[in-house]
């Protein structure tokens, strides 16, 4: 089993739609979580950390559930410009270095 | 400049060369890291540094590839005898925290194609 795995899509969703990524991972022990976003051809940056509380930014929600391994991305009223691939990001504790997922393509049609 | 740089953006080589990709990271950086992404693939790791050397270099793929970083800044990517399966993006990124506190910050990277 990879150990985070996201649906790879592509999401086709119109202007203005909400939208939600899964993401699971398989270490228990995994103590950081993150979305980052890449757009075509760019390098990814960091959108948001996920809090084990949730956590909420604009338009987009970022939600963790330990105790069933996944991480959730909401986007809602969905804009154009949200077009791009969403990568699972998660780590242990210490010195390890960041695991991605493959990440999730969107495309937002007008 | 204030971010991430890479240098070559891209480079070509005939299979059985060697390649250095380099990467100078943001300034006070002290983790600077190494992934590398395939065409509709996701990032993976290979090496990571904490100042000038390297707690996890678990993520090499062969002992064709090393890597160094000197002065706690500027980082080489070497690879020897390039393979066709060598050819991806070469991501460098650098955190201001080292492990699982840190915002990555990344470089454009460079593309490596090896005909």
């Known amino acids: 089993r990879k150990e985070v795995e996201q649906d790879p899509g592509p999401f086709n969703v119109p202007e203005g739609a909400t939208v939600a990524f899964n993401c699971t991972y398989s270490?228990?022990?995994?103590?950081?979580f993150f979305w980052y976003r890449q757009d075509c051809r760019k390098e990814p940056k960091l959108l948001m950390s996920v809090y084990s509380s949730g956590n909420e930014d604009g338009r987009f929600t970022a939600q963790l559930n330990r105790a069933s391994q996944y991480i959730s991305l909401l986007i809602r009223d969905s804009k154009l410009s949200d077009s791009a691939t969403y990568l699972c990001?998660?780590?242990?504790?210490?010195?390890?270095?960041?695991?991605f997922g493959k990440g999730t393509r969107l495309s937002v049609i007008a | 400049g204030a971010g991430v740089s890479q240098s070559p953006s891209n480079k070509v080589t005939e299979k059985g060369k060697d390649v250095e990709l380099r990467c100078d990271p943001i300034s006070g950086h002290t983790a600077l890291y190494w992934y590398r992404q395939s065409l509709g693939q996701g990032l993976e790791f290979l090496i990571y540094f904490q100042g000038n050397s390297a707690p996890d270099k678990s993520g090499l793929p062969s002992d064709r590839f090393s890597a160094e970083r000197t002065g706690g800044s500027v980082s080489t990517l070497t690879i020897q005898r390039t393979q066709q399966e060598d050819s991806a993006v070469y991501l460098c990124?650098?955190?201001?925290?080292?492990?699982?506190?840190?915002?990555?910050?990344f470089g454009e990277g460079s593309r490596l194609t090896v005909l």
């Open positions: 270490n228990s022990a995994s103590q950081s």
């Open positions: 990124a650098s955190s201001l925290l080292a492990g699982a506190g840190g915002e990555l910050f």
């Open positions: 990001v998660v780590t242990n504790s210490g010195n390890t270095p960041l695991v």
